[in-house]
């Protein structure tokens, strides 16, 4: 259910730049490889559960395959490749199969920010600690919200 303030109409809710860091509770994130793994370690500081394709060893794995481990992991997946993770988004929609999540890293961030990326996952999960639907698709951004 989205959050007072949610733009209901975009379908999509945003990190408000207000958020208080904090230990997230029901959302698990999966960093692809496209998100600098350091982005881990900060979120780890706080308590966010986070796990890498580099830790969970999958290196190198299909786009498909990542999201299908995210799905079965229960894991949102965090990335900078919209395109192809939001064809991934509507393939496994309409074929009914797992999916946690995705949110796309906007190219507003430096590749290597990996300390304001995590800051803007950190307010995100603090906005949404009773969790993210099935099949959601969201964007994040450096102060961006609705």
Not at 83 to 103: I, K, M, Y
Request: glycine share 10%; net charge positive; hydrophobic share 35%.
């Amino acid at each position: 259910m989205p959050r007072a303030g949610a733009d209901r109409s975009a379908g999509v809710w945003h990190a408000s730049p207000t958020a208080k860091l904090g230990r997230g509770k029901s959302v698990r994130y999966f960093l692809d490889e496209d998100v600098e793994i350091q982005t881990a370690s900060v979120l780890r500081s706080p308590g966010i559960d986070v796990l890498t394709t580099r830790e969970a060893g999958r290196l190198r794995a299909s786009d498909e395959s990542q999201m299908e481990f995210a799905g079965r992991s229960g894991r949102v997946l965090v990335t900078r490749n919209r395109d192809d993770f939001l064809e991934q988004t509507r393939s496994f929609l309409n074929a009914g199969r797992p999916h946690a999540g995705v949110l796309i890293v906007s190219n507003a961030f430096a590749q290597q920010d990996y300390g304001g990326i995590a800051r803007a996952i950190a307010r995100y999960d603090a906005e949404h600690r009773d969790g993210v639907p099935a099949y959601f698709f969201d964007f994040l951004s450096p102060g961006r919200h609705r």
